[in-house]
């Protein structure tokens, strides 16, 4: 044992001096079902603006929207949420899983990456190198 220590290392296993209270007290149930529905409206829309932009075409933009209605009546109960996912890549994972990713993947990749790639910049090990997207 290092010396000096003694002290904090003697406290291991009893009980704190203090009461602790928890960071959280709220309805964590309620907090993703909240959470969902604001997802789900954040999904749809995008889907009905890939359409209005003719990235998706309407049978895809249907099909996705029906699982995003269907998602929304049967509720956070209807998939598993993924913790090193979060809810809204869960969502998107639950999409993929119902429709293939052929279908869902299409917002995924044909909307977001389209806004961001543009405005990515790769950096090379070559000094003074880079390659803009």
Not at 16 to 22: G, L, N
Not at 77 to 92: M, Q, R, W
Not at 107 to 127: F, K, Q, S, Y
Request: aromatic share 8%.
């Amino acid at each position: 044992m290092n010396k000096g220590t003694e002290k904090f290392t003697s406290r291991l296993g009893q009980a704190t001096a203090f009461p602790i209270t928890p960071l959280y007290e709220g309805d964590r149930l309620q907090e993703l079902r909240d959470e969902l529905n604001r997802d789900l409206q954040l999904h749809k829309a995008h889907v009905v603006m890939l359409f209005e932009q003719d990235i998706l075409t309407l049978e895809v933009a249907k099909a996705i929207l029906w699982e995003l209605l269907d998602l929304e009546h049967q509720g956070i109960s209807a998939f598993s949420v993924d913790p090193s996912l979060g809810l809204y890549l869960s969502t998107e994972q639950y999409l993929v899983n119902r429709l293939g990713s052929d279908v869902a993947g299409r917002i995924i990749l044909d909307g977001r990456e389209m806004i961001w790639i543009p405005r990515t910049t790769v950096c090379t090990l070559e000094i003074g190198s880079t390659k803009s997207f």
